[in-house]
């Protein structure tokens, strides 16, 4: 059993920034790789960032420069850190673990809301 517990959404207004974490427990490596995708409403599930087990990151090239992953492997932990925040950030962001034989683990997801 894998289980994935994000937090640190809310309400924020533009230009503001917040710090989404992700915990892993349960049968799971702490290397595995991680990563966040987002779902605004009315719209697809779309990448955000990923980072590998050895630390290697990817983003979405639209967010690039605003969104920064990071990982704790000792608390198994994910991080996304959004600055320069804007309206069209909202969504619920979930994030994921890499599991074996091409299975990936989700959150429940963390509501993010960006006035104008």
């Known amino acids: 059993q894998v289980q994935l517990v994000e937090s640190g959404g809310g309400l924020v207004q533009a230009g503001g920034s917040l710090r989404l974490s992700c915990v892993a427990s349960?049968?799971?490596?702490?290397?595995?790789?991680r990563g966040w995708y987002r779902q605004a409403p009315g719209k697809q599930r779309e990448f955000v960032a990923a980072?590998?087990?050895?630390?290697?990151?990817n983003y979405a090239d639209s967010l690039k420069g605003r969104f920064t992953i990071s990982r704790d492997y000792a608390k198994n932990t994910v991080y996304l850190q959004m600055n320069s925040l804007k309206p069209e950030d909202t969504a619920v962001y979930y994030c994921?673990?890499?599991?074996?034989?091409?299975?990936?683990?989700w959150g429940q997801g963390t509501q993010v809301t960006v006035s104008s």
């Open positions: 994921y673990v890499k599991g074996d034989y091409g299975r990936s683990y």
């Open positions: 980072i590998s087990g050895n630390g290697i990151t």
């Open positions: 349960g049968n799971i490596s702490r290397f595995n790789a």
